[in-house]
């Protein structure tokens, strides 16, 4: 028995250590919904960033800031939405970086920037869920690389981009659509061009808007 | 094939040679398992893009997200739990009376004790940021090294 002891014993901790691993990889992956392929998604004209089929008979826009908390609170549960409503629902991000919020428009490029090496999606989410940390760090920017580098950007190609022409103007673009809506504050959401009053932020009462929303869409 | 293995483990006429080093291939063990597992968190955070806060501070994130945290794509924690589950192994092999287990250990350590100190100089001198949970893992393998010079050797 004892020969047999060793084996036994390396065997079992390779079980549990891919296990143990295997649990916790899926504990993190589990909040995060799957990411569509950035390319597949880009259609149109209508600027911004659309997440679902743009065929889709419901289009929500969000206008965001990456500083601001409710935004944050608000992020994974507009990503289940959409998960939930595929294909019946499109989801479009548009910034809108507050200047009460002294990070917020790095944090926006930080998104187009990863946007151009097509993973805007990807660091919105994470932007969003790391929001405690970089918020209250003294230069954000060297963690937005940071957060690059583990997306597996060219973080050179990144920073360079982030100072760039084409990130201002997307956000701009955005900024210029937001003030034609009337947008002051964040989160601003419409529900196809309908705003959606603050009250219905709530993931429940959110849901039960697109509901009410969907169905006269797609009844006969 | 029972002489095979009888040359491979070690039998010592007092004892008190193989006592010790059982108990010292545990200890060993035990530590690498502690390795095993920070380098299956990190692993894991590299693998699912979810970055590591330092206490508010940059350090993780310039650390594990510059370019000397993967090798081909791979994350380097990666190779680490590989690593510490071969130092583990043998361990567990030599604390059994395992000859070659003993000198495979030692050479993985030091090996590892290499890589570490590249990796310590990397973190000092190239990116002016020192990641925790890579220091705990430098840290334990300092102590595994330590152990393997103070190892109860044959009479």
Not at chain 1, 160 to 168: N, P, Y
Not at chain 1, 205 to 214: K, P, S, Y
Not at chain 2, 21 to 30: E, N, R, W
Request: proline share 6%; with cysteine.
């Amino acid at each position: 028995m004892k020969r047999y002891a060793p084996f036994v014993i390396v065997a079992l901790v390779a079980l549990l250590s891919l296990a143990g691993g295997a649990m916790l990889y899926h504990a993190k992956r589990l909040p995060l919904p799957d990411t569509p392929k950035e390319g597949s998604l880009r259609e149109g004209t209508e600027g911004g960033h659309i997440r679902g089929p743009a065929n889709a008979p419901l289009t929500l826009e969000e206008f965001g800031d990456y500083e601001c908390p409710p935004c944050g609170s608000l992020s994974a549960p507009l990503n289940q939405l959409e998960h939930d409503y595929r294909p019946r629902l499109r989801m479009i991000f548009r910034n809108f970086p507050l200047v009460m919020h002294p990070h917020a428009r790095d944090a926006a490029c930080a998104a187009e920037a990863a946007g151009l090496q097509g993973k805007f999606w990807e660091m919105h989410d994470l932007l969003y869920k790391e929001q405690s940390a970089w918020s209250r760090a003294t230069d954000p920017r060297v963690l937005f690389s940071g957060y690059a580098g583990t997306l597996g950007l060219d973080v050179a190609r990144f920073e360079k981009d982030r100072d760039g022409d084409q990130v201002k103007g997307r956000i701009a673009a955005d900024e210029k659509r937001a003030n034609a809506l009337g947008v002051k504050t964040t989160p601003s959401i419409f529900i196809n061009d309908k705003p959606v009053p603050s009250a219905s932020f709530r993931p429940s009462a959110l849901r039960a808007t697109v509901d009410a929303a969907i169905k006269p869409v797609i009844t006969p | 094939m029972n002489s095979r293995r009888s040359a491979s483990i070690a039998k010592t006429a007092n004892g008190s040679f193989s006592r010790g080093s059982v108990a010292f291939h545990s200890i060993a063990a035990v530590i690498s398992l502690i390795g095993l597992a920070d380098a299956i968190y990190l692993s894991v955070q590299a693998l699912t893009g979810e970055t590591l806060v330092c206490g508010g501070s940059p350090d993780c994130f310039r650390v594990l997200g510059s370019s000397y945290a993967r090798v081909g794509g791979i994350p380097i924690a990666l190779f680490g739990a590989l690593a510490y589950f071969t130092v583990f192994s043998f361990a567990i092999f030599a604390a059994f009376g395992y000859n070659r287990a003993r000198t495979l250990f030692s050479l993985t350590v030091g090996l590892m004790f290499a890589v570490t100190l590249w990796l310590l100089g990397v973190q000092a001198f190239i990116l002016h940021a020192f990641c925790r949970f890579c220091l705990l893992s430098a840290a334990i393998i300092f102590l595994l090294a330590g152990l393997v010079v103070a190892r109860p050797r044959p009479s």
